[in-house]
C-alpha cells in the first residue's frame, strides 16, 4: 500500500535521483544510491536473516550512514525499527530486549559486545554486523516489494519516564507521515532547499522520525555529525546553509559562545527548535543577532517529539511562550476533575494530533492511563492565555529532563537503594549550568555508607546521564508526606542550593 515512508523514498529516487540524501561527517550519499543500497539490504534481511513483516529489528551504535541506511532496510522489509541508547549499559539493555524481543539487531562492534553478553543471560539475539550493512552499498538492483498495512507499527522508541523502566513508544506510518504534513503545512521549503544539521544521537525520536524518516520522505538532505563539536556544528550551518535544525539549550548555548559566531550569516536557518530544558533571554538573543528566531517547542517523545512551536515573528515577541498548538495538533489545560482549564489558569497540559504515538509496546495499562478519551496526559503543568498560547510551568511527574535526556528518578534509586548501609534514598533534580539538570541522590542510613560507593554502583548500572552527581548524606531520616511518600518537593527546595554548596562526586 503506498502510503509508507518509504515510498516517499522511492519517489525522490526517481524524481532527483542526484540530490544528497544524507552526509555523515563529508561521505555524501545520493537518493539513487540510498534507494539501492536500502534495497539491498532489506532483501538481505528477509533471506539471509530470516526478516518478516512486524518482526521488530533493533539497531544499535553511533551515527553512521550505516546506521541510516540499515534503518530504511528495516522499513523496507516490513519489519519495525527500535532504535537502542548507546548510553544503555548491559543490563539495560537486557531490559529492552527482553521487553521488545527483537529478531536481529544491527550493532557497531562496541554495541555488539553488549549484545553478546546478553547470550550469558538467557537471551540470543542474532546480531547482524554494520559491517555487513557496508558489505551491501554496492551490486545490482534488487527488488523489494513488500505490503504494509500503514497502520502498523514502524518505529519503536524507548523513553524513560517517572514510573522506572523505560516504555516503548509504537509510530506507524500514518503518524510519522501525519506529523510530516503537518510540519510542512506549517514551514514549507522546496526540497532543494530543505537541509537538517542533526547533532544529536540518530536513537532519539528526533533522530529516527524527524532527522532521518521526515527528511527521507520530503526529499530533504540530512547532514549527520557522529560528535558535536561546536565550531564544526557552525561551519557545517554555512557550507551547507542549512534550513533546518533542533537540540537542547546546551548545544545552541556552545555555539553561540564561539569567538567569531555573532560574524556569520545564519538567516537561511528558518526552522531551529530548542527544547528539553531551559531557554535563556541571552541565547535567544544571540541566534536572533544572526538572523535566527531561535523557537522555544514544548512537547514529548509519545506526540512525535513536537506538540507546540512558536511562529517565528511570535518566538521573537514573545519568547518565554511555545506556541498555540498547530495546524493539526491541539494543546489545552486540564483540571484534575477532566475538565478544561480557563485561560490564565493552571492545569497539567494535554494534547492531541496526528502524529501521537499509537500506544505503548505491551502496556495497556500505562497507554490507558496517558491516553484519555484521546488527550494524551503530559504530567506538566502549563498555562494558556486568552489567545491560545502556552506558558510552561513545572512538571508534575518527577522526571529529570538532563541535556535532553529523560531520567526516571525511581530508576536511579532503586539502582542505589541496593548499595549496603543506604536505608532510603530520593532522587531530585539540582540546575545545572551545562545540561539545565542534574540528577542528586539524598540519602539516609542509620549505619554509614561511602558515598564514592554509591556513584560506582549507579555508574555500573546505568547510563552516563542518570549517574547522579551529587549525593548527599541526610542526617535524619528523609521528610514524608501524609501518604507516606518522600517528600521530594519539599527536598527540592532545602537543596535548591546543592551546586553553590557541595562538590560533585568524583569518578
Keep these: 500500500m503506498a502510503e509508507l515512508i518509504t515510498d516517499a523514498l522511492d519517489w525522490w529516487t526517481r524524481a532527483l535521483p542526484d540530490r544528497v540524501a544524507l552526509d555523515v561527517e563529508g561521505t555524501e550519499l545520493t537518493y539513487r544510491d540510498l534507494g539501492a543500497w536500502s534495497d539491498r539490504v532489506a532483501r538481505g534481511l528477509i533471506d539471509e536473516h530470516g526478516i518478516s513483516i512486524g518482526d521488530v529489528v533493533a539497531i544499535a551504535g553511533y551515527n553512521s550512514l550505516e546506521w541510516c541506511v540499515a534503518a530504511i532496510g528495516v522499513m523496507k522489509a516490513g519489519a519495525i525499527v527500535t532504535p537502542v541508547n548507546f548510553r544503555y549499559t548491559v543490563s539495560e539493555v537486557e531490559y529492552l530486549a527482553r521487553d521488545c524481543t527483537p529478531a536481529a539487531v544491527v550493532a557497531d562492534e562496541t554495541e555488539a559486545v553488549k549484545f553478546a553478553e546478553l547470550a550469558a543471560r538467557g537471551i540470543d539475539i542474532p546480531v547482524v554486523p554494520t559491517s555487513w550493512i557496508r558489505a551491501r552499498q554496492h551490486g545490482d538492483p534488487v527488488a523489494v516489494d513488500i505490503d504494509v498495512d500503514p497502520r502498523e507499527p514502524v518505529i519503536l522508541a524507548y523513553t524513560s519516564g517517572t514510573t522506572g523502566q523505560p516504555k516503548g513508544l509504537v509510530y506507524t506510518n500514518e503518524t510519522v507521515l501525519a506529523g510530516l504534513f503537518e510540519l510542512i503545512l506549517k514551514d514549507p521549503t522546496p526540497p532543494e532547499a530543505t537541509n537538517m544539521l542533526f547533532m544529536l544521537p540518530l ?19 540530512t547532514v549527520i555529525m557522529r560528535d558535536f ?66 523557537r522555544h517547542m514544548y512537547g514529548m517523545t509519545e506526540v512525535g517529539g513536537c506538540g507546540t512551536v512558536p511562529r517565528p515573528a511570535d518566538a521573537l515577541a514573545h519568547p518565554e511562550l511555545c506556541g498555540d498548538g498547530s495546524i493539526f495538533t491541539e494543546v489545552r489545560t486540564m483540571r484534575p476533575d477532566g475538565t478544561f ?107 554509614g555508607f561511602d558515598e564514592q560507593a554509591v556513584r560506582d554502583k549507579a555508574a555500573a548500572e546505568l547510563a552516563v546521564f542518570k549517574v547522579p552527581r551529587y549525593v548527599v548524606r541526610s542526617a535524619s531520616p528523609l521528610p514524608r508526606m501524609a501518604s507516606g511518600k518522600i517528600a521530594k518537593r519539599q527536598l527540592r527546595e532545602e537543596y535548591a542550593d546543592l551546586p553553590q554548596r557541595q562538590a560533585t562526586v568524583g569518578g
Excluded at 536513537?203 to 538532505?221: D, N, P, T, Y
Excluded at 490564565?344 to 490507558?368: C, H, L, S
Aim: hydrophobic share 45%; glycine share 10%.
Design 203 to 221: 536513537f532519539s525520536v528526533a533522530g529516527i522520525v524527524h532527522a532521518l524518516s521526515h527528511m527521507m520522505a520530503r526529499g530533504g538532505k
Design 229 to 294: 563539536d561546536p565550531a564544526a556544528a557552525l561551519d557545517l550551518m554555512v557550507r551547507h546553509r542549512i534550513s533546518h535544525t533542533n537540540g537542547v539549550p546546551v548545544i545552541y548555548e556552545r555555539i553561540a559562545a564561539l569567538p567569531d559566531f555573532a560574524d556569520h550569516d545564519l538567516s537561511h536557518l528558518v526552522v531551529a527548535q530548542v527544547g528539553g530544558a531551559r531557554v535563556s533571554d541571552e541565547l535567544l538573543a544571540a541566534f536572533h543577532r544572526v538572523g535566527v528566531a531561535l
Design 341 to 447: 482549564c480557563d485561560p490564565g489558569e493552571q492545569g497539567e497540559i494535554v494534547m492531541r494530533g496526528p502524529a501521537m504515538m499509537a500506544r505503548y509496546w505491551n502496556n495497556e495499562e500505562a497507554t490507558a492511563a496517558a491516553i484519555v478519551d484521546g488527550w494524551l496526559h503530559s504530567g506538566d503543568i502549563g498555562i494558556i492565555d486568552e489567545r491560545g498560547y502556552l506558558r510552561y510551568v513545572d512538571r508534575l511527574k518527577d522526571l529529570i529532563i538532563s541535556g535532553g535526556f529523560n531520567v526516571s528518578p525511581s530508576e536511579v534509586e532503586a539502582v542505589i537503594g541496593s548499595v549496603p548501609g543506604v536505608s532510603e534514598v530520593a532522587v531530585i533534580a539540582v540546575q545545572d549550568q551545562q545540561w539545565g539538570e542534574t540528577p542528586a541522590a539524598i540519602v539516609y542510613s542509620d549505619s
